[in-house]
């Protein structure tokens, strides 16, 4: 029960810290530019800071709840959906005056928390893990023939998606589209032009 507890205090501490951090820069956004961003968005700074904290203080317990299953690299990108599902559910102004708990915002903010939280978690598993599974280390350091072989692969599946994904996607909502263009074609780039800025930098630290 101890250990228990123990995690779900990591997981609220964690949550309220970045709350407290997103509150401080919209505090700052508050200084300088007064109402007008607010406004566009239909919402406050108060209601902002409120949902920061709410979505601090769920995604938090949330983490502690689910400490256990980040023992992996695949269990870190889980916690980091975890942690951030709460703060695109409870941020103001992106529902369009949609209910909270609607299939359309629960899609979109499913969406958002994917993306982020998985890439959150696998840059905090890496920081934690100089040394990782054999297929993440050949992407964390990167040869000349692994950068090649992850340009190749990532420009079939995009080559793939825009192909396809165009034919398949007319009836599909439009949160499944996104979802398709990020995972068949943003990631896949994005990862290859991560994988080559990595590669130069070692070569220059040679």
Same mark, same amino acid.
């Given at each position: 029960?101890?250990?228990?507890?123990?995690?779900?205090?990591?997981?609220?501490?964690?949550?309220?810290?970045?709350?407290?951090?997103?509150?401080?820069?919209?505090?700052?956004?508050?200084?300088?530019?007064?109402?007008?961003?607010?406004?566009?968005? $239909?919402?406050?700074?108060?209601?902002?800071?409120?949902?920061?904290?709410?979505?601090?203080?769920?995604?938090?317990?949330?983490?502690?709840?689910?400490?256990?299953?980040?023992?992996?690299?695949?269990g870190y990108a889980l916690l980091g959906v975890l942690g951030v599902f709460p703060f695109y559910l409870f941020a103001p102004g992106g529902?369009? $005056?949609?209910?909270?708990?609607?299939?359309? $915002?629960?899609?979109?903010?499913?969406?958002?928390?994917?993306?982020?939280?998985?890439?959150?978690?696998?840059?905090?598993?890496?920081?934690?893990?100089?040394?990782?599974?054999h297929w993440f280390d050949m992407l964390r350091f990167p040869t000349f023939k692994t950068t090649v072989g992850v340009w190749s692969a990532?420009?079939?599946?995009?080559?793939?998606?825009?192909?396809?994904?165009?034919?398949?996607?007319?009836?599909?909502?439009?949160?499944?589209?996104?979802?398709?263009?990020?995972?068949?074609?943003?990631?896949?780039?994005?990862?290859?032009?991560?994988?080559?800025?990595?590669?130069?930098?070692?070569?220059?630290?040679?």
């Open positions: 029960m101890r250990y228990f507890l123990g995690n779900l205090l990591k997981g609220l501490s964690l949550g309220l810290f970045l709350a407290t951090g997103l509150s401080a820069w919209v505090l700052l956004l508050r200084a300088q530019a007064g109402t007008a961003p607010f406004d566009r968005l $239909n919402t406050s700074f108060t209601a902002v800071v409120v949902g920061y904290y709410l979505g601090g203080a769920v995604g938090g317990l949330l983490i502690g709840l689910a400490w256990r299953i980040g023992r992996s690299l695949v529902r369009h $005056n949609g209910p909270l708990f609607g299939p359309e $915002n629960l899609a979109s903010v499913l969406l958002g928390a994917f993306f982020v939280g998985a890439a959150v978690g696998v840059w905090v598993w890496s920081d934690d893990h100089p040394h990782g599974p990532a420009m079939f599946v995009a080559l793939l998606a825009i192909t396809l994904v165009p034919r398949w996607s007319f009836y599909w909502p439009f949160q499944l589209v996104v979802f398709a263009a990020g995972a068949l074609f943003i990631v896949p780039l994005a990862t290859a032009v991560l994988v080559t800025m990595q590669f130069y930098r070692r070569r220059l630290e040679r």
